[in-house]
């Protein structure tokens, strides 16, 4: 997920430039680089493992540039400005759409790919305004993590529901445990978090103070008013929340797939996995689509950039997706490698079931996603800490729309 957001009128400047001014640099014709934000040790070595065999499969070279995931996106406009781009960028599919506003990314469907197979919300997850600019491996959303040990000898089942979660989360906090972590921080893992509330509420990105979504905002409210969330709920990211559950201080918590490595490293955790409750029986638990997508940027060496989108194709294969998802607890985006996953995964079944109805937070906004983002955020400091729900959101409504 990003981290930081760009100026769309900085990047349409360092992008515009650097596509009229075409490739600016002398490259090894069998030499092709990916740019990512695999700097974990695993994922950076299941990367170069994957770019090795497309690599021997297409007859090139394929090497990986990792960066920090709050950095790919300054780091790629810098160097469109110095025409210096990498034949393939994988964005947080969040930040995707700025660069593809700005005129820096290929259409994928004009190097030959195609989205046969995958879900539509996938499809959208990786466009623009209805054209294809970036491959997914995989997708990622959240889910309720519940400690099974401690459900079991409180004697309660897992919540399903808005007041089943409230209660429980009550009935699970005590001295040294809190019923329930999750992440409301001033950064995209708090409007990550903050969405599967607002959306299965039918609250609306574009009508941030709207009732729905104040009705979300007040749940949270409530369930740090109970005492069921630490009030350093405001500080924490996802990592966060997961060192608090593995600690024993949390029963319950809202994370993604990215944590289940972490959390099998500790064999006397049992922990299960269920959709988020929704607020009402019946209700569809609506989370965000995450992760990355590959793209190709516009070079102006259309040679290269066919033999990129050759490489994005077989890197975002339904074989390679496959081993992808294995390694790192993703969903697949192509939908028979999902199948197979969900037959090898069968404990994180239900996390597939919530990315088919789950949503990407730039379909609607494109690259005015990252206003509505920062004024998400800003609403959750304000609320969590004293102000009404209502009036945060309304401040948050005029931020969203005059971008101050």
Known sequence: MSKRFTSLATASVLVAGAALAGCGQQRDADVYTVMNSSTDESYHRWDAEAMARCGERLGVTIEQQSVPAAQVMTKALRMASSKSLPDIVQFDASEMPTFAEAGGLVDLGTLGLSTDGIPEGIVEFGSYEGTYYGAARSVNTLALFYNKDVLDEAGVRVPTTWAQLRETA??????????????????????????PFMWSNGGDETDLDGPKVVEALDYWKGLLTDGSLSKSTVNWTQADVNDQFMAGNAAMMVNGPWQVETLNGDESLHWGLAPIPVPRAGDDSVGPLGGAVLTVPNTGDEERERTAGRIVACLSSEKEQLTYALNSWMVPANARAAAAWRERVPE???????????????????????????ALQSAFQSALTGQSGESALKRAQQRATSGN
């Open 170 to 195: 009550k009935q699970l906090t005590r001295d040294g445990q809190y019923g329930l972590a999750l992440s409301a921080g001033g950064a995209e893992d708090g409007v990550f978090q903050f969405l």
């Open 348 to 374: 994180l079944d239900s996390l597939a079931d919530q990315v088919a109805v789950a949503r990407s937070r730039t379909a609607q906004l494109g690259a005015g996603w990252s206003s509505v983002s920062l």
